[in-house]
C-alpha cells in the first residue's frame, strides 16, 4: 500500500465507519498515538506527515474493535489489505 492522502482517507474512512474519530493534535506520546478506549477516539501526533499517519493508523487496527459486517464493501477490503501488511 503506497503512502498517499487517497489511502490514508481510506484507513481513515474504516475506523470512523465503526464509530472512532480520528484527531490530529500535538502531544507527548511515546508511540506517535493515543487511544481513549471508552470514547472510541484515537489521537494522533499532528507533526506526522501522510507516511507517520498511516503507519500509526496500520499498527492500531489490530486493537481497534472493528465489526467487518458494519463495513461498506470498500471499507472491507481496505481492511483486509491493511490486516494482511499487519500480520
Same mark, same amino acid.
Given at each position: 500500500?503506497?503512502?498517499?492522502?487517497?489511502?490514508? *482517507? /481510506?484507513?481513515? /474512512?474504516?475506523?470512523?465507519?465503526?464509530?472512532?474519530?480520528?484527531?490530529?493534535?500535538?502531544?507527548?506520546?511515546?508511540?506517535?498515538?493515543?487511544?481513549?478506549? *471508552?470514547?472510541?477516539?484515537?489521537?494522533?501526533?499532528?507533526?506526522?506527515?501522510?507516511?507517520?499517519?498511516?503507519?500509526?493508523?496500520?499498527?492500531?487496527?489490530?486493537?481497534?474493535?472493528?465489526?467487518? *459486517?458494519?463495513?461498506?464493501?470498500?471499507?472491507?477490503?481496505?481492511? *483486509?489489505?491493511?490486516?494482511?501488511?499487519?500480520?
Amino acid at each position: 500500500m503506497k503512502y498517499t492522502q487517497h489511502n490514508l *482517507d /481510506k484507513i481513515e /474512512k474504516v475506523a470512523e465507519e465503526c464509530g472512532y474519530v480520528i484527531r490530529y493534535e500535538r502531544g507527548t506520546f511515546q508511540s506517535g498515538y493515543c487511544i481513549l478506549q *471508552d470514547r472510541k477516539v484515537i489521537v494522533i501526533n499532528k507533526f506526522f506527515q501522510t507516511e507517520g499517519r498511516m503507519n500509526a493508523l496500520i499498527d492500531l487496527m489490530p486493537q481497534l474493535e472493528i465489526s467487518f *459486517d458494519a463495513l461498506t464493501h470498500e471499507s472491507q477490503k481496505v481492511y *483486509d489489505e491493511v490486516m494482511s501488511v499487519v500480520k
